[in-house]
């Protein structure tokens, strides 16, 4: 996949540069990738679904809301940055006092609708297409629906029940109202279902396909769309054969997990991907990820932005002899990467001439890069990100045993031994499901999600259940009138 990430770029030529003259450029139609004269080969297959998969990686979605609503609205970590009005728009989200009009929340709906439609142009493309073997093409539609899953899970999480678009909209259908969360779930359910069907596992990939949708990942969504829908049965069945199928493990250390050495490695179910690869362009024209600056220390001995800094709340969630306590947050003057070349002294207090925004006290390490690695730009960090890990699916067995009667400890023990704990102290088995996620997730923008599907979104101030759901935007409710707002 980090071969394929240069694929966009070439997309993006094949699709922008029809004509150097601008007046015959306005002339010249839009192509249209829902007819089979472009998906006439292999390459053009795999060109189009590279495409599909480059909205993940877009700054707003998972470079910006993802921790913005995950970790800092919730009680995990707070905005940060420089001061209240440095992304003023997060300092809304944190506050719930979301506007239709927050730009932040229009931009996420619109580029997730974009990955949508880009999946559907594939799967209309491929579909009954001759020219392309039906290996080829069973598998790429695999991915499309898959791509078409998760884009729609964001939206269905953050909006609730949204207009389903499962197909390349004709005029008529663009004014269609909003489906039921129930219509929507059913939609997920069936395209994880598909893409599982025919997508590879892991361990069937090359080494340059690594990062494109494989079995295990469509298998994941899929549990996770039932640990929403509250199925725990079904969570139970689906999580048990991710993990029986042996393709995917724990890495023996935690602190290599968020390290470019573990991308794509034995706990990432699904990564989305990231590289460095020396381009000129600014945030979406290149495949690299500004979250290693935003994060860092805003002390300017660190250099960073400052944004997401853990609570104290957080802190003191972990046990005392819980190791990634200091693998998930930096303390004033902790030193990493120490006795090598990058080895850096961290600066996380207050400080009126070094550091006068910092808030808690504290800053993030997951994701933290030593200055070798961090590429030449803000914006061209090359870690990936990691949206399923093999600890989530242990934890995801445990909860749905935990409702279901099951043996929950196992799984959950687990992935404490892994860290060197002892079995779980808790006697309730949610309760040690809930602290496990917490600690083990931290910072990885879970939280959010996992307060208010579980009802206890009253643990973030200034929750209340009509703020389960964000505004529609405003842009789109002008644009389509007959989309019903959130009661927010």
């Not at 899953?149 to 909003?178: A, C, Q, W």
């Not at 999580?239 to 493990?249: K, M």
């Not at 500004?290 to 002390?299: A, N, P, T, V, Y």
Request: with cysteine.
């Amino acid at each position: 996949m980090k071969k394929l990430i240069i694929y966009i770029s070439i997309l993006v030529l094949i699709t922008s540069n029809i004509s150097c003259d601008p007046d015959k450029y306005l002339d010249t139609p839009a192509p249209n990738f829902s007819d089979k004269t472009f998906f006439d080969s292999e390459e053009a297959a795999t060109l189009a679904i590279t495409g599909a998969y480059d909205p993940m990686g877009w700054y707003n979605f998972s470079q910006l809301t993802q921790w913005a609503i995950g970790d800092a609205v919730s009680d995990d970590a707070v905005k940060g940055g420089g001061g209240d009005g440095d992304y003023a728009e997060i300092y809304e989200m944190t506050h719930f006092s979301v506007t239709p009009d927050n730009p932040l929340i229009g931009e996420r709906w619109e580029q997730l609708y974009i990955g949508i439609n880009r999946a559907n142009k594939v799967i209309e493309g491929l579909t009954a297409n001759d020219k392309i073997d039906t290996s080829v093409s069973e598998r790429i539609i695999g991915e499309a629906k898959f791509l078409r899953g998760f884009y729609l899970f964001e939206l269905v999480k953050t909006f609730g029940g949204v207009p389903i678009v499962d197909h390349v909209l004709s005029p008529s259908e663009y004014m269609n109202p909003r489906n039921t969360i129930e219509e929507c779930y059913a939609q997920l359910e069936q395209d994880f279902s598909d893409a599982a069907a025919v997508l590879p596992h892991k361990n069937q990939m090359l080494a340059d396909e690594m990062g494109r949708a494989t079995w295990g990942a469509a298998k994941a969504f899929l549990t996770k769309t039932y640990i929403f829908e509250e199925k725990w049965a079904q969570a139970e069945v689906t999580a048990t054969e991710i993990i029986d199928s042996g393709e995917y493990d724990l890495e023996a250390n935690y602190g290599d997990l968020f390290t470019i050495a573990t991308d794509n490695g034995i706990e990432s179910v699904f990564d989305i991907q990231f590289a460095y690869l020396n381009q000129s362009g600014w945030l979406d024209e290149n495949e690299g990820s500004h979250l290693e600056i935003m994060h860092r220390s805003r002390d300017d001995r660190n250099g960073g932005w400052g944004f997401d800094q853990p609570t104290q709340d957080l802190y003191d969630e972990f046990e005392t002899n819980d190791i990634r306590r200091g693998w998930t947050i930096i303390s004033d003057q902790d030193v990493l990467w120490q006795g090598t070349a990058d080895e850096d002294t961290i600066y996380t207090a207050y400080d009126p001439v070094h550091n006068p925004d910092a808030v808690t006290g504290y800053n993030k390490r997951k994701g933290t890069l030593p200055e070798s690695e961090r590429g030449n730009n803000e914006d061209q960090g090359p870690l990936n990100l990691r949206m399923v890990r093999f600890a989530e699916v242990l934890l995801w067995q445990a909860e749905a045993r935990a409702h279901t009667g099951g043996d929950w400890q196992t799984p959950l023990n687990r992935v404490r031994t892994r860290v060197g704990l002892p079995a779980t102290g808790y006697t309730n088995a949610l309760d040690a499901v809930y602290h496990e996620r917490r600690v083990e997730l931290a910072m990885e923008g879970h939280r959010y999600w996992d307060l208010v599907r579980t009802n206890r979104g009253n643990l973030m101030n200034g929750y209340t259940e009509n703020k389960r759901y964000f505004p529609i935007p405003q842009k789109q409710i002008n644009i389509n009138p007959n989309l019903t707002q959130n009661p927010y």
